[in-house]
């Protein structure tokens, strides 16, 4: 899962917070716990390609979950993206080769009912339909270029083209079916769900079973980007009138010194809690302990500021 201490690139521009506390880069930046072929050699990513086509997040992992294929921190679509613009400047057909070897070790990893997991044949919460840090999303968006060979992958044959298209229309499907019913009304998603009940399920300790804004925002970016039908339609109206009627007015969100507060503040624009209660869209808030609180302030200090519990996600729709 992705760590919220961020370091820059060389390059990179300096951070601007927004008045919710979070962070907006102007260029690209890496988390300190990004998977290592976000910024490892060529060489590198073509030394450490698992036999079933992905790869690790921490290629010095070399036992348990973590040392299996996985989306998780920007694996294996990174390296994908990464080869397929190495070939695009060399014409080295070995990395051509590893990126048709991991694309299609993502049509793979996917479940029949167009999910993807964390990490590919694991266990726990791994296992789970995973939108928490973008990882099914950005999976997606990556297919639906090689589905068009479009950018650094018209090097695509069209039998790897038409089966990555078939796959995002899979994965349509599986946002849809994720989508949360409260009472009649569509709402949002979880920041992972169940592969077999497709219910929001929970992962670590700290983060139960519930509707996320932060996640769900991108899923509607992404719906927005499908050629539109009554069903897709339907699930983008319905996750932005719950953005509508969640959204919290006249408090600012603050995260300094290695805590966070929220503080009135009638001049501040809205802000939405990372997660909603199911059923109630109360936000919560859970420590280390794993109990649900519904104050910020009730949850241990090391979690207060070591998680991003509010932001302004929904306003950038």
């Not at 209660?277 to 500021?305: A, H, M, N, Q």
Request: hydrophobic share 35%; glycine share 8%.
């Amino acid at each position: 899962m992705k760590a919220k201490k961020l370091v820059t690139f060389v390059l990179a521009c300096s951070m601007v917070f927004s008045v919710a506390g979070m962070a907006i880069l102007p260029v690209p930046t890496v988390s300190a716990a990004d998977a290592s072929g976000t910024t490892a050699s060529m060489s590198d990513i073509l030394k450490n390609q698992r036999p079933d086509g992905g790869w690790r997040k921490d290629y010095s992992q070399t036992s348990g979950e973590w040392a299996k294929s996985t989306i998780d921190n920007k694996a294996t679509y990174s390296e994908i993206r990464r080869l397929a613009s190495e070939f695009k400047k060399t014409n080295d057909p070995r990395y051509s080769a590893a990126a048709v070897k991991g694309i299609n070790f993502l049509l793979n990893m996917q479940y029949s009912n167009g999910g993807w997991p964390q990490v590919y044949q694991s266990s726990g919460y791994h296992k789970h339909i995973t939108y928490n840090d973008d990882a099914m999303i950005n999976v997606l968006y990556m297919l639906d270029e090689v589905a068009g060979r479009k950018g650094n992958f018209s090097f695509i044959d069209s039998s790897l083209a038409n089966r990555s298209k078939n796959a995002v229309s899979k994965g349509v499907d599986a946002i849809l079916n994720t989508q949360v019913v409260s009472g009649g009304k569509l709402t949002a998603w979880g920041q992972q769900h169940d592969s077999s009940s497709l219910r929001p399920a929970g992962a670590r300790i700290y983060e139960v079973p519930s509707l996320t804004a932060g996640e769900s925002v991108n899923i509607v970016k992404f719906l927005k980007t499908r050629p539109a039908n009554s069903k897709i339609t339907a699930s983008i109206k319905g996750a932005e009138a719950w953005f509508n009627k969640v959204k919290i007015t006249g408090y600012r969100y603050e995260r300094a010194n290695g805590d966070s507060r929220i503080i009135a503040d009638s001049s501040a624009s809205p802000i939405w809690a990372r997660f909603y209660e199911l059923g109630t869209d109360k936000p919560i808030f859970v420590g280390r302990d794993g109990v649900v609180k519904y104050k910020l302030s009730d949850i241990e200090k090391e979690r207060r500021g070591g998680y991003a519990w509010y932001g302004n996600w929904p306003s950038k729709l």
